[in-house]
């Protein structure tokens, strides 16, 4: 996996932040998700990829979501995990602050409604321009493997080669 500064994607590392990020940032709601999202930290371990996690709630600490996501591509990070659980807009807003792919994490919680189906909702119906990928309700590992899959992807878009292809 390359290090952030050798990354192939067009997105400079600034040199005000001392050190690279890593190249996943995982967030999490609550302190209270932490269990649940600790699969995707297993994966990205076993894969040997650079992760951090914030425990960062969307509503109640809009300014911290807002700074982490505003900058975390300039600290080096590739791919966001946003995992929350209930009113789970934790994903959504993070993704509004970055061109980062962001992949959303629907958590069950001792309030969920439905098992889950609360986040899996507030995730997965974001409105058209600001888009969120979604693994299944506790699916921390799958983010994880998604994000890998994401930072696998070298080339082609922008600047490389590749062509549209419409069969009529
Ligand atoms: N949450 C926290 N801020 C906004 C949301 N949607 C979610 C957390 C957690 C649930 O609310 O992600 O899954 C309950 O949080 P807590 O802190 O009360 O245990």
């Known amino acids: 996996m390359p290090r952030p500064e050798e990354s192939p994607l067009p997105l400079p590392v600034l040199e005000e932040f001392e050190e690279a990020g890593p190249l996943v940032g995982i967030l999490i709601g609550s302190e209270s998700d932490r269990e649940?999202?600790?699969?995707?930290?297993?994966?990205?371990?076993?894969?040997?990829?650079s992760w951090?996690?914030?425990?960062?709630?969307a509503h109640r600490d809009p300014r911290g979501v807002a700074e982490y996501a505003s900058t975390a591509a300039l600290r080096g990070v590739r791919v966001i995990i946003a995992g929350a659980g209930m009113a789970a807009a934790l994903p959504g807003v993070v993704a509004a602050y970055t061109?980062?792919?962001?992949?959303?994490?629907?958590?069950?919680?001792?309030?969920?409604?439905?098992?889950?189906l609360d986040a899996l909702l507030s995730i997965v119906q974001m409105p058209p321009g600001v888009?969120?990928?979604?693994?299944?309700?506790?699916?921390?590992?799958?983010a994880?493997?998604?994000?890998?899959?994401?930072?696998g992807?070298?080339?082609?878009?922008?600047?490389?080669?590749?062509?549209?292809?419409?069969?009529?």
């Not at 951090?52 to 709630?57: F, G, P, W, Y």
């Not at 992949?103 to 309030?111: D, E, H, M, N």
């Open 36 to 49: 649940a999202i600790e699969p995707a930290g297993v994966e990205l371990d076993d894969r040997g990829i």
């Open 52 to 57: 951090e996690l914030r425990v960062l709630s």
């Open 99 to 116: 061109d980062l792919p962001v992949i959303g994490v629907p958590l069950t919680s001792s309030k969920s409604v439905m098992g889950g």
């Open 131 to 142: 888009p969120v990928a979604c693994v299944s309700v506790n699916g921390a590992r799958n």
């Open 144 to 151: 994880a493997i998604l994000a890998a899959k994401i930072l």
């Open 153 to 168: 992807q070298g080339g082609g878009y922008p600047g490389g080669p590749g062509r549209s292809v419409q069969q009529s």
